[in-house]
């Protein structure tokens, strides 16, 4: 199977879809870009480049991912998570807010680790690695933001390169990219790009990622391996009329994926 059959399916997959679509694809066999470019709603995928600046600057001793944190009731926030849902005043270390904000998508833990790691430095990492589509501009479920216009962006490019930061990456030590990678290794949310991998396709292969959605978007992210071989992917769905069209689509576009990676 070639690059060019891949993105023939990826291109009929995404034409099925009723919206905007963003897809870009990035394999040892070549490289697919669907309106890869076009900066969209980030939702939670905004999650990734915050989850990098927290690991630069454990690096750098600027942060200590140890640090205990206090979560009381004012910092808590809806939308998706648990600590919203569980007692107040709980004491945790910044390491589990980052991992919790990944596999949950949590967006209280979020809030924090955004505190602990500053808005201004996430945007200039995001800038100095050349991912200058994407912008943290407000804090997770600050509905008062958003009515001013302020809302978090990326691009499925960016995303991509984000992502191939975090796997073999300069910004980091190889350990603590091993972590960062056990933590997207471990996303609770497994109903879009893996969900059609389960029990289907030999070789057991794995999806480190994070998803992101809103009403009428669907995104997700992230670094498929099967055997010796990596694709990164990363599929973003908005102005859709069914958020189920972009969940299977993104299902789709995994198997698909899967499929071509078997073949090299």
């Not at 290794?185 to 794995?206: S, T």
């Amino acid at each position: 199977m070639s690059v060019h059959e891949l993105e023939r399916d990826v291109r009929r997959i995404v034409g099925e879809v009723e919206g905007t679509s963003s897809v870009a694809i990035s394999t040892p066999g070549g490289n697919i870009r669907l309106n890869s470019d076009v900066q969209l709603s980030a939702a939670s995928l905004i999650k990734i480049p915050i989850l990098l600046e927290a690991f630069r600057q454990a690096q750098e001793g600027i942060l200590d991912l140890q640090q205990v944190v206090r979560v009381s009731s004012g910092d808590k926030v809806g939308g998706m998570g648990v600590l919203a849902r569980l007692s107040d005043d709980l004491d945790m270390c910044l390491r589990d807010l980052v991992t919790l904000m990944i596999i949950v998508s949590d967006n209280t833990a979020t809030n924090l680790v955004i505190d602990a790691v500053g808005r201004q430095n996430v945007n200039d990492l995001c800038r100095s690695l050349g991912a200058d589509k994407t912008l943290l501009d407000r804090q997770m479920m600050d509905l008062q933001a958003r009515q001013q216009g302020r809302d978090n962006f990326t691009s499925a490019d960016d995303m991509v390169l984000l992502l191939r930061e975090v796997n073999e990456g300069s910004t980091v030590q190889a350990t603590l990219r091993e972590e960062m990678l056990d933590i997207l290794l471990n996303q609770q949310f497994n109903h879009k790009m893996p969900a059609m991998l389960a029990g289907g396709v030999p070789g057991d292969p794995v999806l480190a990622h994070k998803t992101g959605e809103l009403p009428n978007l669907e995104h997700d992210a992230g670094i498929f391996s099967f055997g010796d071989s990596r694709a990164y992917v990363t599929g973003m769905f908005t102005d859709l009329e069914d958020n189920l069209q972009g969940q299977r689509a993104l299902a789709r576009i995994g198997l698909a994926t899967v499929e071509f990676l078997g073949t090299l």
